[in-house]
């Protein structure tokens, strides 16, 4: 196959940031997706109905004129939020999920929960109205080892919340590990799994033999081969709980190459033609329209895209320039091997 025309793909899992940052990336989303999950981890966090609101009035400023692009809002779960608040906002068909990060699991998570009781009010209300709740799921413990936090939170954090809460729809945000793979597989309808593009084609030894790659840096960290492997055979199987979430969160250039750098991959502009490299490596083709296109909506109860992308084979592409910002660049993600399929 050289060429094939997708439903217009959605991204289930996408930071914006704000400001002029907003600006600068809003045009690589906008380009080949119709909408996107927007996180709400902004400095001070996307929190009530009225922040919420506000964000996606900046969102729709910035879009550039003639581009069609819906942002989908979520809120930043807190153990000061109020369950009435959410459900208004949710009434108002404001957002569309509910964002929850342990206190502490990654970039700006400070003001997220630490005591799983205090968000309880707020997660029964969410099951009664069947408002998903997307996870960052890795526990914060220190003595728990950055490569286990993900497969740990499953038994000790989302099993629990999942028996205590029946009814809650969750999304298992950007999954790294066969485990996840497996609990998310073998879970009712309530549960569901985003997976990035960066985790299908990058282990850790790709971010850390030969020299330490900080643009291959993100959280939960990429895992050993055999996890990458379990993500691209459960992307392409065509399970319907799992979709797309880029995860595709921009730093400057200069906060990543750095004594401290920041988790977060930027891989918007490529995403579309790192997947389908992917999936055709896989076989698959056939099972990427699920996966970008079909799965997401299905399990978020919105309408399937009516319009469409197509996709070239042909030489490999040049991968995109750094992204300028009026504070520096941006260096998108580049996964090391040659990308064929162009987005017409
Ligand atoms: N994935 C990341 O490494 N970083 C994200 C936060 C997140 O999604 O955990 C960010 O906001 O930079
Ligand atoms: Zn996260
Ligand atoms: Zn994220």
Redesign the pocket.
Known sequence: MTQMTLLRPDDW?L?LRDGDMLRAVLPDTARHFGRAII?P?LIPPVVTQADAEAYRARIMAALPEGMDFTPLMTLYLTEQTDPEDVAAAHAAGLITAVKL?PAG?????ASGVTDMDKVLPTLEKMAEIGLPLCV?GEVTDPAIDIFDREAVFINRVLEPLRRKVPGLRVVM??ITTAEAAQYVSSADDNLAATITVHHLMINRNHMLVGGIKPHY???PVAKREIHREALVSLATSGDPHVFLGT?S?P?LTTDKESACG????YSSPVALSCLAEVFDTAGALDKLEDFTSVNGPAFYGLPIPTKTVTLTKGDPIALPAPLDTPNGTVTPFDPGVPLHWRVS
């Open positions: 899992h930071h996180m981890n990060y699991a990654t970039t700006n998570s960052h945000e950007h840096y993100c959280l995860d969160a730093h920041c988790a977060g991959v």
